[in-house]
């Protein structure tokens, strides 16, 4: 493959990720209910669930394309490969772990991306057909696992889970954060490694093909809108909703607002009609089918809009090749301004942020340089791949890193 395709794939790619940051980071910002009722806003019924999917399915694509993309590696060169991501995960959950200290009302994410990087390892040397087989157990099965689990997590490990964002000192109570990363937390590993998997799907395939490309956005609308359709009808006419508001663990919770905005604060163990939900964060096969299938919507429609201009989404692809950098800063600014008193106006907050990114990210693009932390990261994790040897099959990793 020519670098000039691989160039074009990945503008796109970065083109999705800086969305999925913006789109974390609204739902950081503005509120998910309408003040005063228990209905969900714009934000909450557009990114609510989707964005932070939509970083973990673009990070499982990274992690084909680092291992060669529709041409995995093997052997020798494979195993290069698995250390230079080794050591990227444990710098990137590092630094999780540096904000997890951070003051902040906001769920950070690094950590457990640096987790599930580690996760898919083993995964990085299947083809696509042999990826496809795992994800699609993975995303049927791992949801009932979990719901099997988690009822005997929640009695043996006490605490069950750290009570907020992971931090250094809870690597001192390694059975709760281990819970909590794996299962009772708010970004579930067992779960997500499903996003993981279908990227590393997606990152398979022949992404310059015009019609992957479009394959992509029809599957995933297919995807999306089926399960919807599947989830309403066993809620409505099945009668799952009804059930659901018999069991005790929406008792005080306006449960159908919940639906469109999140579940988080809602117990999901005591009926198996919770299996029938796809609100967002609800770690459901409804939801990881939903919010996966919207990400490859997301991917499939950034990859045609750079076809031609590669610098289309430029404002987008910017911010988007260096989102490590960029969340950072946002979770350090939240800190800070979540400290004034009046808060802000949250359009105010976002599109400061938003602008500052968007034109850090094209100086950092124009001068061909990276962010600190994805500098840190690369570096980290080329030396941890070459050691002292010269790169083997180095331009296919340039190219695609």
């Keep these: 493959m020519s670098s000039q395709p691989a160039f074009r794939r990945l503008s796109g790619i970065d083109a999705a990720r800086g969305i999925?940051?913006?789109?974390?980071?609204s739902t950081h910002i503005f509120p998910l209910y309408v003040p005063g009722t228990a209905e969900a806003t714009e934000v909450a019924l557009l990114f609510s669930g989707r964005a932070s999917a939509l970083f973990a399915v673009v990070a499982g694509i990274g992690l084909a394309l680092l291992t060669g993309g529709n041409s995995p590696r093997a052997?020798?060169?494979?195993?290069?490969?698995?250390?230079?991501i080794a050591v990227r995960?444990?710098?990137?959950?590092?630094?999780?772990l540096v904000l997890g200290g951070v003051e902040t009302n906001i769920a950070v994410i690094l950590f457990h991306y640096g987790i599930l990087f580690l996760l898919a390892l083993p995964f990085t040397g299947l083809r696509a057909p042999a990826l496809a087989a795992w994800a699609l157990g993975w995303t049927l099965l791992s949801p009932v696992a979990a719901?099997?689990?988690r009822p005997w997590i929640e009695t043996t490990v006490v605490p069950a889970d750290v009570g907020g964002n992971p931090m250094f000192e809870h690597l001192l109570v390694p059975a709760t954060l281990l819970a909590d990363i794996l299962v009772t937390?708010?970004?579930?590993?067992l779960q997500w490694l499903s996003y993981v998997l279908i990227g590393m799907v997606i990152g398979r395939l022949r992404l310059a093909d015009l019609k992957?490309?479009?394959?992509?956005?029809?599957?995933g609308l297919a995807a999306a809108f089926g399960a919807k359709l599947v989830s309403s009808y066993l809620l409505g006419p099945a009668g799952g909703l009804e059930a659901l508001l018999q069991t005790p663990e929406p008792e005080g919770y306006p449960l159908e607002a919940m639906l469109d905005v999140g579940l988080g604060q809602i117990g999901q163990g005591a009926s198996w009609w919770w299996l029938a939900v796809s609100s967002p964060h609800s770690g459901t096969t409804l939801d990881l089918v939903h919010t996966a299938g919207s990400a490859a919507v997301v991917v499939g429609l950034?990859?045609?809009l750079t076809r031609r201009s590669p610098r289309a989404l430029l404002p987008l692809s910017a911010p988007g090749a260096m989102t490590l950098?960029?969340?950072?800063l946002h979770i350090t600014i939240m800190s800070w301004v979540d400290q004034l008193a009046p808060l802000p106006e949250p359009s105010v907050v976002f599109w400061i942020q938003a602008l500052a990114f968007v034109a850090l990210g094209i100086v950092f693009h124009l001068v061909n340089a990276r962010g600190p932390l994805e500098l840190l990261t690369s570096g980290t994790s080329r030396a941890a791949r070459t050691g002292l040897a010269p790169e083997a099959g180095s331009g296919a990793g340039r190219a695609n890193s």
């Design 302 to 304: 950034c990859l045609l």
């Design 89 to 96: 995960a444990v710098v990137i959950a590092m630094v999780g």
């Design 147 to 149: 719901f099997l689990v």
């Design 325 to 328: 950098t960029l969340y950072a």
């Design 20 to 25: 999925a940051l913006f789109g974390m980071m």
């Design 212 to 219: 992957v490309q479009g394959a992509m956005v029809a599957a």
């Design 185 to 189: 937390g708010y970004y579930p590993a």
């Design 75 to 84: 052997g020798r060169v494979l195993g290069m490969d698995r250390r230079g």
